[in-house]
T-cell receptor, first 114, second 112 residues
Framework: AQSVSQHNHHVILSEAASLELGCNYS??????LFWYVQYPGQHLQLLLK??????LVKGIKGFEAEFIKSKFSFNLRKPSVQWSDTAEYFC????????????FGQGTELSVKP | DSGVTQTPKHLITATGQRVTLRCSPR?????VYWYQQSLDQGLQFLIQ???????AKGNILERFSAQQFPDLHSELNLSSLELGDSALYFC???????????FGPGTRLTVL
């Protein structure tokens, strides 16, 4: 079955540290890729997305992600995190042959210490 | 604000009861999706409607059903509720299928 795997369940960083969250998916066909963020007590917000073209995509709040097709990966990065980045981050994919359902990873909880 | 609205925000009910959750998509979006978020299962896709028709089905229990009305709003009906149905239920909408989905604020269901 198709799945999305996020390597880190909980990441703790100090402010100004660099961030990289891993995401791998298992599907050989065409996919659309997303990162969503969920701040405490809030709903999911779109950080960035990749449909096609330049595999390095930039999102909101200084986040970026790189799609590496050969590795089935879509890792999220930020050069310098802030306390306000404390949230849960979800990687998700849409499989072209299975309608529009999003398949989510387990989520990574990021805690940024001031 | 994503433009997707959900009501109610919170719902507390008893086992065996039936509830209805409502979702209004963003203006212009034809697809509506329902997801369940729980601590043990994470975010799970339940069902998708596109312009009134069921398009895809996920891990949705037989006790659950949904529909999308001509004005494109959607309702998720949960019946014979069990303690394990306690979760956050999110609605999302998109223009078509496989497009970016925008999520509503969710309905937190507590079954006592």
């Amino acid at each position: 079955a198709q799945s999305v795997s996020q390597h880190n369940h909980h990441v703790i960083l100090s402010e100004a540290a660099s961030l990289e969250l891993g995401c791998n998916y298992s599907y050989g066909g065409t996919v659309n890729l997303f990162w969503y963020v969920q701040y405490p007590g809030q709903h999911l917000q779109l950080l960035l997305k990749y449909f096609s073209g330049d595999p390095l995509v930039k999102g909101i709040k200084g986040f970026e992600a790189e799609f590496i097709k050969s590795k089935f990966s879509f890792n999220l990065r930020k050069p310098s995190v802030q306390w306000s980045d404390t949230a849960e981050y979800f990687c998700a994919v849409i499989l072209y042959n299975q309608g529009g359902k999003l398949i989510f990873g387990q989520g990574t909880e990021l805690s940024v210490k001031p | 604000d994503s433009g997707v609205t959900q009501t109610p925000k919170h719902l507390i009910t008893a086992t065996g009861q039936r509830v209805t959750l409502r979702c209004s998509p963003r203006s212009g979006d034809l697809s509506v999706y329902w997801y369940q978020q729980s601590l043990d299962q994470g975010l799970q896709f339940l069902i998708q409607y596109y312009n009134g028709e069921e398009r895809a089905k996920g891990n949705i229990l037989e006790r659950f059903s949904a529909q999308q009305f001509p004005d494109l709003h959607s309702e998720l009906n949960l019946s014979s509720l069990e303690l394990g149905d306690s979760a956050l239920y999110f609605c999302a909408s998109s223009v078509g299928t496989a497009d970016t989905q925008y999520f509503g604020p969710g309905t937190r269901l507590t079954v006592l």
